[in-house]
């Protein structure tokens, strides 16, 4: 399985962005994708979860209410819907896969893609 992220940018705080995750390959052993963020010098947080029908989400409490994680079959594509942005976002955002769900939504994911900037000005 391989996937792309794209989507990041500068924006200022209160707007919005939106990140895509591009997946191919065997993805039909996907069971779920998820969205993480990094910053420089501290651990790879996640972000949000999707099972790969769609039908499950989960969110972490930091982007609850703000953040929508989605997905599109048809184009075999994730998203991750970003508004009401704060200074504190500012990251690199990866998108990733698993084949199981493993020990927990932020856990055991296998495929990744390279991160994405995002920079949220205050």
């Known amino acids: 399985v391989q996937l792309q992220a794209f989507g990041g940018g500068l924006v200022q705080a209160g707007g919005s962005l939106r990140l895509s995750c591009a997946a191919s390959?065997?993805?039909?052993?996907?069971?779920?994708g998820g969205w993480f963020r990094q910053v420089p010098g501290s651990e790879r947080e996640f972000v949000a979860g999707i099972t790969w029908t769609g039908s499950v989400t989960y969110y972490a409490d930091s982007v609850k209410g703000r953040f929508t994680i989605s997905r599109d079959r048809a184009k075999n594509t994730m998203y991750l819907q970003m508004n009401s942005l704060k200074p504190d976002d500012t990251a690199v955002y990866y998108c990733?896969?698993?084949?199981?769900?493993?020990?927990?939504?932020?856990?055991?994911?296998?495929?990744w893609g390279r991160g994405t900037q995002v920079t949220v000005s205050s």
């Open positions: 390959g065997q993805t039909f052993v996907v069971y779920a």
């Open positions: 990733a896969a698993k084949r199981t769900y493993g020990t927990s939504w932020g856990a055991d994911y296998e495929w």
